[in-house]
């Protein structure tokens, strides 16, 4: 039988963390990583394809898109998809998935009370939601994906907040030293 304690900030009444508890991920879990796991091959995919195609020909851009921006052709939008969204979302599903805390992320987890890859998903929703909405104010053209990776962006940003994924990724916050 699990013992029940009751939050002290929100009254809530929630099983003990036990590791018996803590062995079962919660679903919203996989609905995050399912979300970031589409950005992760889409980042991929656009990265190297502006990367090997500057010109943006390839996937059907075109470079007068680029006139009110600080760029001239793809390469550092490209640059910027590959190693934000497929890189560093690969990265992030790992640690939301394993949890790992190597080194001084460990120390960051123990400051923030929330491990990592929690703190960095609501960071990856954001910056998703900001890249579109500049592409949106900057670019002549909308596409139809815009709206669709906002959606997806702010239910990024979102789904860490619940309170399953909020408890799933507490970590024991550091003991501030004392003076004697």
Same mark, same amino acid.
């Given at each position: ?10 009254? @809530? ?13 919660? *679903?919203?879990?996989?609905? +995050?990583?399912?979300?970031? /796991? ?9 990265? %190297? ?9 390839? +996937? ?13 052709? %793809? ?9 934000? @969204?497929?890189?560093? /979302? ?15 992320? *460990? ?16 960071? %990856? ?8 909405? @500049? ?29 399953? +994924? ?15």
């Amino acid at each position: 039988m699990r013992t029940r304690l009751r939050t002290p900030t929100t009254g @809530y009444v929630r099983p003990e963390r036990t590791p018996e508890v803590r062995a079962h991920r919660p *679903r919203a879990l996989w609905a +995050l990583v399912l979300l970031l /796991g589409v950005l992760v091959i889409g980042g991929f995919d656009g990265g %190297f394809s502006f990367v090997m195609d500057p010109t943006g020909t390839s +996937l059907g851009a075109k470079l007068s898109w680029l006139a009110h921006t600080p760029v001239n052709d %793809f390469l550092l939008p490209g640059l910027f998809l590959l190693g934000v @969204y497929g890189i560093g /979302g690969s990265i992030l599903i790992a640690g939301l998935v394993t949890r790992g805390a190597p080194g001084r992320l *460990r120390a960051l987890d123990r400051a923030w009370g929330h491990h990592w890859a929690w703190v960095g998903s609501i960071a %990856f929703g954001a910056t998703l939601v900001l890249w579109i909405v @500049y592409e949106l104010l900057v670019m002549p053209a909308a596409m139809f994906l815009q709206p669709v990776l906002i959606v997806v962006g702010l239910a990024i940003t979102a789904l860490p907040l619940l309170p399953s +994924l909020r408890e799933w990724f507490t970590v024991p916050r550091e003991e501030a030293p004392t003076t004697s």
